[in-house]
């Protein structure tokens, strides 16, 4: 059994890094798949929320599935949470799938929660020991 390649995606593979922030891309190697894992790490904040939002809006459009983990978060601000909203309406309105997986400290869990996008977040674990 053979995998065709989804050479249209190879462009999105890799990691970038800039303004405090690391993404993550990670498109499946499927050709009849559409589908792409975006990891975020470090700090997405207000400085580093318009490089997320210009890196990621393509994959948005390019895919029909897409997967972004928020991970290592070492600071993360209401203008971030609310470029994940963003995202989220952007891709119900092209009938597209995101899922938002974070790995958060219990104050940034409580920023989220606050803030009223409980519900952005399908899985959440706490980093706090």
């Known amino acids: 059994m053979s995998t065709e390649i989804n050479t249209t995606s190879l462009s999105f593979v890799g990691t970038q890094e ?3 922030v690391k993404l ?7 050709k009849k798949t559409k589908k792409i894992n975006i990891g975020i ?5 207000l400085s580093s929320a ?21 991970k290592n978060i070492q600071q993360i601000d209401l203008s971030a949470l609310q470029l ?14 995101i899922s938002f997986d974070a790995e958060l400290s219990t104050e940034d869990r ?20």
């Open 18 to 20: 800039e303004q405090g």
């Open 24 to 30: 993550i891309f990670t498109p499946s190697k499927r």
């Open 41 to 45: 790490e470090g700090i997405f904040n």
């Open 50 to 70: 318009n490089y997320v939002r210009e890196s990621i809006l393509p994959a948005i459009y390019e895919f029909e599935t897409i997967d972004i983990s928020l």
């Open 84 to 97: 994940l909203h963003y995202m989220q309406q952007l891709t119900i309105e092209n009938q597209k799938q």
């Open 110 to 129: 409580s920023l989220l929660f606050n803030a009223g996008l409980k519900q952005l977040i399908t899985k959440a674990t706490l980093t706090d020991k």
